[in-house]
């Protein structure tokens, strides 16, 4: 490799880095992504080149159809499928690995052989498993967790197979110097197709947001690997960047949501059988039938103790029923009238959180909401964007759609830095969202949510929910913020038109 090589490799490594630092902040965020991208197409053309390809007619078509479909994807996805595009973009990363290691497997050297080996398990591993992730996150397959007998048994048991496979290839060449690169190769596919498929179907879709961070950590990996394989340093380094930054956000949001890697992607272990003997000190037969029968006696005495009570309760009720009959109407029309509504809690607040979930993605309601605020804001209301970490379906989903409706991103809020405010703010205004502020998770042991990081959206004074309806949230866990009998305004069905309603009866 010649040493312009290196430091054209060296020079774009450091570009692609720039880019995502960039990407960080709202307003670089699309000139950094331009920069990474013209990084990358600048690697492409230069790993041709050096590589003495470029003049190969076939390569151009090639890359010409691969822009023609990318543009077309960035035109037609909606933001709403942006989870999906992503786990499949995941996938075809290490697809394309993979590709690389099969056609390296006969190297020159034992070390590209191994790697091309590895590339091609590690690269089938994110392929097949960022399939099934968008299959899920686009209701193609099953949502839910599906859990196989002894699946971490089998799980290790491929490890060890893809393992001993390597050692029966790499033996027979430090003796002989041959090997079956085949059957070693098939193997690897056979493997990674396995493993990941394996480690997918368990993850469901409340960890959804890890899952694809770790795919996305997984096609670094796959890609560096078969940099290695080939010789190519720019592929290794970019490669190198994406499986470290992946990693790294991965470990982000196990943190936001309270959970270890091996607890999402293993199944949960067997729980301990009680024994059920009885005890040396336990009740014959006998005993517990005339316990049995002293018990319904004194269910029957209770019984004729509240009829006589309730025969009491009628004829006193009798005597007042005219005069309580016109005071409770009195009461209720007097209580209508004063009873607040979700709109007249907004006309008076002054200062609100809003809570963005993954059913506003589902309505594209982020407009709407931008409206709210900047109508709460008119009335000199400050109005701030409470962001969990795992809202909707990918890390930044919900800052990426209200960026797309212009809102400032100072206004949001990570869950951090906004969890202490919500006891003490006017009102919050929930958007879709759900498992997300579900309190449950504080108590709700053995439920997919149990110790999670929620929002402290329960602490509000007044909150108002814009949902679809009231049925749990993607983890099933009911959600008892729902049937709090105060200071709660369910404003069920679409985000839209919801919002609307909000908007048009402030006063």
Same mark, same amino acid.
């Given at each position: 490799?010649s040493?312009?090589?290196?430091?054209?490799?060296? %020079?774009?490594?450091?570009?692609v880095?720039?880019?995502?630092?960039?990407?960080?902040?709202?307003?670089? $965020?699309?000139?950094?992504?331009?920069?990474?991208? +013209?990084?990358?197409?600048?690697? %492409?053309?230069?790993? #041709?080149?050096?590589?003495?390809?470029?003049?190969?007619?076939?390569?151009?078509?090639?890359?010409?159809?691969?822009?023609?479909?990318?543009?077309i /994807?960035?035109?037609?996805?909606? /933001?709403?499928?942006?989870?999906?595009?992503?786990?499949?973009?995941?996938g075809?990363?290490?697809?394309?690995?993979?590709?690389?290691?099969?056609?390296?497997?006969?190297?020159?050297? %034992?070390?590209?052989?191994?790697?091309? !080996?590895?590339?091609?398990?590690?690269?089938?591993?994110t392929?097949?498993?960022?399939?099934?992730?968008?299959?899920?996150?686009?209701r193609?397959?099953?949502?839910?967790?599906?859990?196989?007998?002894?699946?971490?048994?089998?799980?290790?048991?491929?490890?060890?197979? +893809?393992? #001993?496979?390597?050692?029966?290839?790499?033996?027979?060449?430090?003796?002989?110097?041959? $090997?079956?690169?085949?059957?070693?190769?098939?193997?690897?596919?056979?493997?990674?197709? !396995?493993?990941?498929?394996?480690?997918?179907?368990?993850?469901?879709?409340?960890?959804?947001?890890?899952?694809?961070? !770790?795919?996305?950590?997984?096609?670094?990996?796959?890609?560096?690997?078969?940099?290695?394989?080939?010789?190519?340093v720019?592929? %290794?380094?970019?490669?190198?960047?994406?499986?470290?930054?992946?990693?790294? #956000?991965?470990?982000?949001?196990?943190r936001?949501?309270?959970?270890?890697?091996?607890?999402?992607?293993?199944?949960n272990?067997?729980?301990?059988?009680?024994?059920?003997?009885?005890?040396?000190?336990?009740?014959?037969?006998?005993?517990?039938?005339?316990?049995?029968d002293?018990?319904?006696?004194?269910? *029957?005495?209770?019984?004729?103790?509240?009829?006589?009570?309730?025969?009491?309760?009628?004829?006193?009720?009798?005597?007042?029923?005219?005069?309580?009959?016109?005071?409770?109407?009195?009461?209720?029309? *007097?209580?209508?009238?004063?009873?607040?509504? $979700?709109?007249?809690?907004?006309?008076?607040a002054?200062?609100?959180?809003?809570?963005?979930?993954?059913? /506003?993605?589902?309505?594209?309601?982020?407009?709407?909401?931008?409206q709210?605020?900047?109508?709460?804001?008119?009335?000199?209301?400050?109005?701030?964007?409470?962001?969990?970490p795992?809202?909707?379906?990918?890390?930044?989903?919900?800052?990426?759609?209200?960026?797309?409706?212009?809102?400032?991103?100072?206004?949001?809020?990570?869950m951090?830095?906004?969890?202490?405010?919500?006891?003490?703010?006017?009102?919050?205004?929930v958007?879709?969202a759900?498992?997300?502020?579900?309190?449950?998770?504080?108590?709700? *042991?053995?439920?997919?949510?149990?110790?999670?990081?929620? !929002?402290?959206?329960?602490?509000?004074?007044?909150?108002?929910?814009?949902?679809?309806?009231?049925?749990?949230?993607y983890?099933?866990v *009911?959600?008892?913020?729902?049937?709090?009998?105060?200071?709660?305004?369910?404003?069920?069905?679409?985000?839209?038109?919801?919002?609307?309603?909000?908007?048009?009866?402030?006063?």
């Amino acid at each position: 490799m010649s040493s312009i090589q290196i430091i054209l490799s060296g %020079v774009l490594s450091v570009c692609v880095l720039v880019g995502i630092l960039m990407m960080s902040r709202v307003k670089t $965020a699309v000139a950094g992504n331009l920069l990474s991208a +013209f990084a990358m197409l600048v690697g %492409v053309v230069g790993t #041709l080149f050096f590589a003495g390809v470029v003049t190969a007619w076939t390569i151009w078509p090639a890359l010409l159809l691969g822009a023609l479909i990318g543009s077309i /994807m960035a035109r037609q996805v909606k /933001m709403i499928q942006m989870p999906q595009t992503v786990a499949l973009f995941n996938g075809l990363g290490g697809g394309a690995s993979a590709l690389v290691g099969l056609m390296s497997v006969d190297g020159e050297s %034992v070390f590209q052989q191994v790697t091309a !080996l590895l590339a091609v398990a590690v690269g089938m591993v994110t392929l097949i498993g960022s399939l099934v992730a968008a299959g899920k996150l686009h209701r193609v397959l099953n949502q839910k967790p599906v859990v196989c007998h002894s699946q971490v048994t089998h799980s290790v048991l491929l490890g060890v197979a +893809f393992l #001993l496979m390597l050692w029966g290839f790499v033996a027979p060449v430090i003796q002989s110097g041959e $090997a079956d690169l085949s059957l070693s190769a098939i193997m690897a596919v056979v493997g990674g197709t !396995l493993f990941g498929l394996l480690f997918s179907i368990r993850v469901g879709g409340a960890d959804m947001p890890i899952t694809i961070s !770790l795919l996305n950590s997984l096609s670094g990996v796959a890609g560096a690997i078969a940099g290695m394989a080939i010789g190519d340093v720019f592929l %290794v380094a970019v490669g190198g960047i994406v499986g470290a930054s992946g990693l790294l #956000l991965t470990q982000i949001m196990c943190r936001a949501m309270n959970r270890s890697l091996i607890r999402i992607l293993a199944p949960n272990a067997p729980k301990p059988t009680t024994n059920t003997s009885p005890s040396p000190n336990s009740p014959t037969p006998e005993q517990i039938q005339r316990i049995m029968d002293i018990e319904k006696k004194i269910k *029957e005495l209770e019984e004729i103790v509240k009829n006589l009570e309730g025969r009491v309760q009628t004829l006193t009720s009798q005597l007042n029923e005219a005069e309580q009959q016109h005071q409770v109407a009195t009461v209720a029309s *007097e209580k209508a009238a004063a009873a607040p509504t $979700a709109a007249s809690v907004l006309s008076a607040a002054k200062d609100v959180i809003i809570v963005p979930g993954y059913g /506003m993605a589902l309505a594209q309601a982020q407009h709407q909401v931008r409206q709210l605020a900047d109508k709460l804001e008119s009335r000199g209301a400050r109005v701030r964007y409470a962001i969990h970490p795992v809202a909707g379906r990918m890390p930044g989903h919900m800052n990426v759609l209200l960026a797309e409706a212009d809102v400032d991103y100072e206004k949001l809020y990570e869950m951090e830095a906004i969890n202490d405010d919500f006891k003490t703010c006017d009102a919050v205004v929930v958007i879709g969202a759900n498992d997300v502020l579900n309190p449950a998770a504080r108590n709700a *042991e053995g439920t997919p949510i149990y110790g999670m990081p929620v !929002l402290n959206v329960d602490e509000a004074p007044e909150v108002i929910v814009c949902n679809f309806d009231l049925k749990p949230g993607y983890a099933g866990v *009911e959600n008892p913020l729902y049937q709090r009998d105060h200071g709660v305004y369910l404003e069920l069905g679409d985000a839209k038109e919801t919002l609307m309603r909000l908007i048009n009866g402030i006063a």
